[in-house]
Every structure is written in structure tokens, then in C-alpha cells.
């Protein structure tokens, strides 16, 4: 039984050698283009998802944001199969690092909200003092937004890290339990195995969600500033 609850959320070494580009870079193999005149189911599967997924997030989007299209589908996907890494056995998740998170929201943020002030400045602008706000008012209101401002790519990355952080710490506690059990009182073990079950099938909506959301939530940022 593993003793420290957080041992699997340590990055992997060998050698003294960090292995977390390695175990980012493994989703990607996934990922199969073909070269077939006619395709696959799993290269049909995989286009219409595809289509789907720019369908929902650029429907609202001008000319100049749906340029962000490729970007923001490359990122939902390096991010669901980070996700659903994480759930196979003897896998690190690099998703439940907020160094990474950050390293991904902050630049994204960045990037909308640089866009925002070279295309859309006077509106980017107004967002920091409503219109009608009293004049006593104004510099509370200023520092208020300009903070909210700063907070998004916090925001973003933790909420990532705790959700796909959470699972983990859950399925890991359910699992020691069901040891335990099992070398104790063998039929009890049966209802921690069928929680772990429908926890895993949970945990597989969540990564999905999780990737879904953060990058929603990036492509409404660049909605507001494009």
C-alpha cells in the first residue's frame, strides 16, 4: 500500500532526468492522419468529433477569432488525452501539475487579451468602468476589474488542477480502502470495487468535461476581445 497519498502526483525522473516531455509528447501517437482515400471508422470518428467540437466553439466567433480555430482544437485535444492518460494504470497525469496549467493558461489569456487591445481597444477598455457608474465609485470599480482581469488564467489553471486532482485523490483513497478490505472481509470489498467502477466511468466524463471547458472557456475570452 502506497503510504504517501500524494506519491503519484510526483513527476517521473530516470537518471535524474525529468521524463514530463516525453509523457506529454506520448498523447500525440494517438492521433493517426490518414493518408486513405477512404477512411477508417477510427479516422471518421475522429473527423466528426473534429467537426463538432469547432462547430460549438466557433459559432459565435467573427472572421478574425475563427483564425484561433486549429489553435484552440489542438489544445482541447492535448488536453483530453493528458486527461485520459491519467487514468490508465502506473500513468502520470501532467494535467494535475498547475506549473503546467499555468504555462498553458497564462500565454492563451495573454493572447486574447493583446488582441483585444490592438483590434478592439476602446471596447477592451470599457469593460474596466461599466457606463453609468457613480464618480465616487470609479477608482474601487477600476481596481476591482483590473483584478478579475489578472485572475482568469489563475482561475483557468486551477480549476483544471483541482478537478483532475480530485478524481485521482478519490480513486486512490477507494482503492487503498478496497485493500484493505479485501484482506479482511472479502463480500464488503464488493461495494468499494463498484464504487471504483462508476468513479472511473465518472472520471472519464470529467477529463472530456475538463478539456471541453478550459478550452471554452479560453475561446470566450478571445470572443470578448476579437
Known amino acids: 500500500m502506497n503510504q504517501n497519498l500524494f506519491a503519484s502526483f510526483n513527476m517521473p525522473v530516470i537518471l535524474g532526468i525529468p521524463l ?7 498523447p500525440t501517437m494517438l492521433i493517426i492522419p490518414s493518408n486513405k482515400l477512404i477512411n477508417n471508422r477510427f479516422s471518421s470518428l ?7 467540437t469547432l462547430k460549438q466553439m466557433m459559432m459565435t466567433h467573427s472572421t ?40 498553458m493558461a497564462i500565454p492563451l489569456w495573454l493572447a486574447t487579451v493583446l ?19 457613480p464618480i465616487p465609485l470609479i477608482p474601487m470599480l477600476i481596481v476591482i476589474e483590473t483584478i478579475s482581469l489578472f485572475i482568469q488564467p489563475i482561475a483557468l489553471a486551477v480549476r483544471l488542477t483541482a478537478n483532475i486532482t480530485a478524481g485521482h485523490l478519490l480513486m486512490h483513497l ?3 480502502t478496497t485493500l484493505t478490505l479485501m484482506s479482511i472481509y472479502l463480500s464488503s470489498s ?3 470495487v463498484i464504487i471504483i467502477i462508476l468513479l472511473i466511468t465518472l472520471e472519464l466524463g470529467v477529463a472530456l468535461i475538463q478539456a471541453y471547458v478550459f478550452t471554452l472557456l479560453v475561446s470566450l475570452y478571445l470572443h470578448n476581445n476579437s
Do not use: C, E
Open 46 to 52: 475522429q473527423q466528426w468529433l473534429i467537426q463538432l
Open 174 to 176: 477507494l482503492g487503498d
Open 190 to 192: 464488493v461495494i468499494t
Open 64 to 103: 478574425k477569432g475563427r483564425t484561433w480555430s486549429l489553435m484552440l482544437l489542438a489544445l482541447i485535444t492535448f488536453i483530453a488525452l493528458n486527461n485520459l492518460l491519467g487514468l490508465t494504470p502506473y500513468a502520470f497525469t501532467p494535467t494535475t501539475q498547475l506549473s503546467m496549467n499555468l504555462g
Open 20 to 26: 514530463i516531455t516525453l509523457i506529454i509528447l506520448f
Open 115 to 133: 488582441t483585444g487591445l490592438r483590434f478592439k481597444t476602446k471596447m477592451s477598455l470599457a469593460h474596466f468602468l461599466p457606463q453609468g457608474t
